[in-house]
């Protein structure tokens, strides 16, 4: 059974087409790695597949209860502390204010967000801090589904590892199936089960990739293999690299 399932996807910005003929599934309690060159799509595909944006065509079938997502950027409330911006998704659920608090407090254990820090606000916190938030944030609700939209680009590379590692382990806890966009092959063979490879000029998927193993059970010479056979003996990935500025918005 399949969490997400898009047919023929296609859309287009002022009459220009930049995404067309996308055919993509994720299967229950898998993640699957969205990769492709800068400008492809990637981002508005997931945006289209998270109901964000509607396609021009095509159908997005969605098997699964309920979705979390997690951006590029932490995209926190400045005025809220880091406890009521993990909450503010349970605000249009309904729980009491107690068990909001409640609830909130459990999703940033999940993440190793230290209680201490519950109380302040986002221009208090690092940027880690501030995306650990947003993922607890994403994770509160339970979602059985997150969208993850390139959100560690901006973290150095160590920070880097501790997130991928912490969504590995949340995923492993619950279960969650997952869409995650990255434009970074090394990221792309740590965290999921397969990789999709977004045509250069988004039209249709270019290929799939199967990951050997579980995400958290590759170790580092396996990844660095995997990463240097993707990226110069794999054909697949050959304009992974390239920029189209002209699609940038």
């Given at each position: 059974m399949n969490a997400l399932t898009l047919r023929a996807v296609g859309h287009a910005f002022f009459g220009r087409t930049v995404l067309d003929g996308i055919d993509l599934a994720v299967a229950t309690g898998e993640i699957v790695a969205l990769v492709g060159p800068s400008g492809c799509g990637k981002s508005t595909l997931v945006h289209i597949a998270a109901g964000l944006v509607e396609p021009s065509r095509g159908q997005v079938a969605r098997g699964y209860r309920q979705h979390g997502m997690v951006f590029q950027e932490p995209r926190l409330l400045p005025w809220a502390k880091a406890r009521d911006n993990i909450a503010y998704p349970l605000r249009i659920s309904g729980p009491r204010r107690a068990e909001r608090?409640?609830?909130?407090?459990?999703?940033?254990?999940?993440?190793?967000?230290?209680?201490?820090?519950?109380?302040?606000?986002?221009?208090?916190?690092?940027?880690?801090?501030?995306q650990r938030v947003a993922i607890a944030r994403a994770l509160v609700g339970e979602p059985d589904f997150l969208y993850?939209?390139?959100?560690?680009?901006?973290?150095?590379?160590?920070?880097?590892?501790?997130?991928?590692?912490?969504?590995?382990?949340?995923?492993?806890?619950?279960?969650?199936?997952?869409?995650?966009?990255?434009?970074?092959?090394?990221?792309?063979?740590?965290i999921a089960h397969r990789i999709a490879v977004l045509d250069a000029g988004g039209r249709g998927i270019a290929g799939f990739r199967a990951l050997p193993g579980a995400p958290g059970e590759r170790d580092a010479r396996l990844l660095f293999d995997l990463v240097q056979h993707f990226e110069h003996a794999d054909a697949l990935f050959r304009h992974i690299h390239d920029?189209?500025?002209?699609?940038?918005?």
């Open positions: 608090r409640r609830l909130a407090e459990a999703a940033a254990e999940r993440v190793a967000f230290a209680a201490e820090d519950l109380d302040k606000y986002p221009a208090e916190l690092s940027g880690g801090m501030r993850f939209d390139e959100p560690f680009t901006a973290l150095d590379v160590a920070l880097k590892r501790r997130m991928q590692d912490l969504v590995i382990e949340a995923a492993r806890k619950a279960r969650f199936a997952a869409l995650f966009v990255t434009h970074d092959l090394a990221e792309a063979a740590r920029v189209d500025e002209r699609r940038i918005a």
